[in-house]
């Protein structure tokens, strides 16, 4: 593939193929921020939350409703890749970034090659049969298309 990708940690909204974000709130201040646009960006996020500091910390039910950030995404994404990372990582012990890393790239937007993510993963030496184990599910898991899971 002649693509060449271009990382920046400062993009401007709606310049962005892809977006990455390792929980459901996360995903909603990406599309809040207006980063994921319906003709361009594949939103890759996980489903499950981590409690941000204002919903801990308000007076009752401070919880931020998940739903509409599914529905958001559903609507303003080109394609929604959602699913609980967390519990894949988890049942194949290793980290979240590895199953990511993997639907990130089963999304089909990154140039690489599953066979050189996994080179890579194999070089870095570190935690490697999980994290093939990780990368392996989330990959599969966006090939099998477009999901949005509570």
Known sequence: DSRVPVMSLTPNPGDVDIVAASELVEAGRMLQ??????????????????????????MGDGRYDGQRVLDAAARLARQALLFDMRELAQRHGTVINTVMFGAMVG??????????????????????????????AGLERARSGAMVEA
Do not use: D, M, N
Request: glycine share 12%; hydrophobic share 40%; with cysteine.
């Open 107 to 136: 999304s089909g937007v990154l140039p690489f090659s599953r066979e050189a993510c996994e080179q890579a993963i194999r070089v870095s030496g570190k935690a490697v049969e999980a994290c093939l184990r990780g990368f392996g």
């Open 33 to 58: 921020g207006g980063f994921v646009h319906p003709r361009r960006t594949v939103l890759v996020a996980s489903t499950h939350g981590e409690y941000a500091v204002s919903e801990k910390a308000a």
